[in-house]
């Protein structure tokens, strides 16, 4: 029993994998500090130590996408938050079970739709001769709305397809703790004459309070994180100026223009500072709700 | 149980409403993308689809599964789920197996993994590792870099945990290997959290489309959902510009829309059946006392 070498055998495999495809890749930060070029590689490429940094900061577009960055994930956060909270005590005050898991099973669906399928789906539902504002003309009989080539509408509409896609799956764990919650409690507040609002202000809120400390914390970390995947498939040119995010920004300068030493750097910048965002949300979350990741 | 009151039953029936259509919102753009597919190219030009199929027939069907690129695609997508799903769940649960027990190192070891999570090379060191080892334009680059996940490590090690040790030192008196203890015992008990996180990578794979586009310079050797992004979102940019399409360009949504009815099926079907376990997995593996 006290033979403890299979466990060490068990884990190399993830030791090999995590060694060549999570840390190999942290060797070629190194090319954020190069003027790189691909024919010569790291070791031969000319060092230049923070240029590449200093760029982030000259080139409006990069500035630029930094900002959209931290609106669009702000934006998403914020609301990213609220809405599943109060979905979910909407949806613990419906009785019926057989409509409560209909509506669960549907709201969770989204979730495992690719953001390519969304953006297909948005991308017809939101044209100009698409579903909404079909009805939007027929009942306002304004002119359509450009929700994906509009710079003043693609935040909006990212966020909102964000929540769409993500709320049902968010409330997972608040419904959960609602179900946790002693009844004894309702029935305590019932007899002091709490009305059912009021059973929720002062008994199912501060009942989820820690979850919500939990999840909002831990959200820090992604401050940076606007979603790559449903801005790629959203954005276009018109929309640049408000929807460029790093990550987008970085796979167009870089992949697509070849600075790869200055996409580099745009994305150590990121991860440096995300790194250092989720330490410290995951301290708070420890020091406020006693969470631990393991 | 509640106060009959007026006001809470007026709130019930506002309540039931909004749950219900939030329900429906969260599904009627598949039907809607479903009555596309099904529907004739006078009936979209026309704009007069919803959610039922109008002027009825399955020609965009027939057109997608003869589409050898489409079937290609789809060939290379339940591959690499396959082989990806398999590869991951190995080293997840050999690796969660281990580190759910004490042993010296054991923290160092973890931390090791977690780091992962918190800092990564980025993309343009990771393009240039995966072309440096040869594995650009093969199955391997879209199944091994993602191989390993920290997250679905810590929901694994944590259910592992929850398992009495009681009824491992008894399997171990009566003489079973780590081997048979891992498959025998901690397999079935764990079985909602192994379900979660293979449903997880399953679903990741199957959805997956960057590395298909950054890895694979033919597309030809696209996954499906590569091959959507190009024919979905790249050629619909083009088309958004001049909105007011021409009928030849409408017939195309009907295609478009069956392409990306087909490639969501599989998820549609597995999903309510897997749903149980998930909601419990991601509960369990969440919220900890």
């Known amino acids: 029993m006290k033979k403890s070498w299979p466990l060490y055998v068990l884990c190399i495999p993830a030791f090999v994998f995590v060694c060549i495809f999570s840390y190999g890749p942290m060797v070629g930060l190194l090319m954020a500090f190069q003027d790189y070029k691909p024919w010569l590689g790291i070791t031969g490429s000319r060092w230049i130590g923070l240029d590449n940094f200093e760029r982030i900061f000259q ?3 990069a500035t630029q996408a930094i900002v959209n960055t931290l609106i669009i994930a702000v934006s998403k956060i914020i609301v990213g938050i609220i809405v599943p909270i109060v979905m979910a005590i909407l949806l613990s005050e419906i009785r019926n079970m057989g409509i409560k898991k209909s509506v669960q099973t549907l709201v969770y669906l989204p979730h495992f739709l690719s953001w390519v399928t969304v953006a297909g789906l948005m991308i017809d539902i939101l044209g100009l001769d698409g579903g909404i504002n079909h009805i939007l003309t027929q009942i306002f009989g304004n002119d359509p709305i450009y929700f994906l080539g509009d710079p003043d509408l693609f935040r909006f509409t990212v966020v909102i397809s964000d929540v769409w896609k993500s709320f049902g799956f968010g409330m997972i764990v608040y419904l959960a703790t609602i179900a946790g919650i002693n009844p004894s409690y309702y029935e305590a507040a019932e007899i002091d004459g709490a009305t059912r609002r009021q059973q929720i202000r002062y008994v199912t809120l501060p009942s989820m309070l820690p979850m919500i400390i939990v999840i909002s914390t831990l959200s820090l970390g992604n401050i940076l994180d606007a979603g790559f995947d449903q801005v790629f498939n959203l954005y276009n040119p018109l929309v640049y100026s408000t929807g460029d995010i790093i990550d987008t920004y970085v796979y167009r300068s870089s992949l697509l223009n070849g600075q790869y030493g200055f996409g580099t750097a745009v994305g150590l910048f990121k991860s440096g500072i995300s790194l250092i965002l989720i330490v410290v949300s995951y301290r708070l979350a420890y020091k406020y709700a006693n969470y631990k990741i393991f | 149980m509640y106060h009959k009151t007026t006001g809470y039953r007026v709130f019930s029936y506002f309540n039931y409403a909004f749950m219900i259509l ?3 919102a969260c599904f009627l753009p598949l039907l809607h993308l479903l009555a596309q597919s099904l529907s004739s190219k006078a009936a979209i030009s026309g704009n007069m689809v919803s959610f039922w199929p109008v002027g009825f027939n399955v020609d965009a069907y027939i057109k997608t599964f003869n589409n050898s690129n489409f079937n290609g695609a789809m060939l290379t997508s339940i591959t690499r789920t396959v082989l990806g799903t398999t590869i991951s ?6 690796a969660g197996y281990a580190l759910s027990k004490e042993f010296r190192g054991r923290n160092v070891l973890m931390w090791f993994f977690i ?3 918190l800092f990564s090379g980025g993309l343009i060191p990771s393009y240039i ?6 594995l650009k334009d093969t199955i ?4 091994l870099p993602g191989a390993f996940g920290a997250y679905n490590l810590i929901l694994l090690v944590n259910f592992f945990k929850t398992i009495p040790k009681a009824l491992e030192e008894a399997a171990f008196i009566d003489g079973a290997s780590f081997f048979v203890i891992l498959s025998k015992i901690y397999l079935p008990l764990s079985l909602p959290g192994i379900a979660t996180v293979s449903l997880f990578i399953m679903v990741g794979h199957w959805n997956s489309w960057f590395d298909g586009i950054l890895y694979m310079s033919d597309a030809s050797k696209y996954p499906l959902a590569s091959f959507l992004q190009t024919v979905v979102v790249q050629s619909n940019m083009q088309n958004m510009a001049m909105s007011q399409s021409e009928v030849a360009a409408m017939s195309e949504q009907s295609i478009k829309a069956a392409q990306i009815f087909v ?3 599989p998820i549609i079907l597995v999903y309510p059946f897997l749903q149980r376990y998930f909601v419990k997995g991601i509960v369990l593996g969440a919220v900890k006392e």
Do not use: H, P
Not at chain 2, 89 to 94: A, K, N, Q, S
Not at chain 2, 129 to 134: E, Q
Not at chain 2, 140 to 143: C, G, I, N, S
């Open chain 2, 129 to 134: 590792l995966i072309t440096a080892l040869g």
């Open chain 1, 59 to 61: 080139y409006k577009e």
């Open chain 2, 115 to 117: 780091f992962t999570m």
């Open chain 2, 22 to 24: 939030a329900g429906l």
């Open chain 2, 263 to 265: 490639s969501t099926l």
């Open chain 2, 140 to 143: 391997w680059a879209l199944v």
């Open chain 2, 89 to 94: 769940m190995f080293i997840l649960i050999c």
